[in-house]
């Protein structure tokens, strides 16, 4: 007689007591961040970056917008092909401690997506808008 075949146990949807997320943090995304604001100083494009590393430019693009998080190996590779220290790199990436409702925070974190220059054109353009 033939046995029914098993099937696997549906895994838990909910996490067990004491899980901690893997899921990017404030501070992975704003070092993320940091790594665009400075591949894009010293001139370097997503796919030249991303070829020092070693990585697909998609996978670099995941690390820039903190949609995935950077492993202690790769900080030093990405220190090393940006010419920077791991403090000055790490120091650019400070965040700032939470005393802001969350809406101002998803702000902040959108404005830091975006370098110096192209924040104050846009800033000219709403000026000239608003007269």
Do not use: W
Request: charged fraction near 25%.
């Amino acid at each position: 007689m033939k046995q029914p075949k098993q099937t696997r146990r549906a895994k838990a949807t909910t996490p067990a007591e004491g899980y901690v997320s893997r899921a990017p943090t404030e501070a992975d995304i704003a070092f993320g961040h940091t790594i665009r604001k400075e591949r894009m100083a010293q001139d370097m494009t997503l796919a030249e970056l991303a070829a020092a590393l070693g990585l697909s430019h998609q996978q670099l693009q995941k690390y820039e917008t903190g949609t995935n998080r950077v492993s202690a190996g790769m900080v030093l590779k990405i220190a090393e092909a940006l010419n920077l220290t791991l403090d000055e790199l790490f120091a650019a990436s400070r965040v700032a401690p939470r005393t802001t409702s969350p809406a101002l925070a998803k702000c902040v974190r959108l404005l830091g997506q975006f370098d110096d220059t192209e924040l104050s054109r846009a800033y000219s353009v709403l000026c000239a808008l608003k007269t």
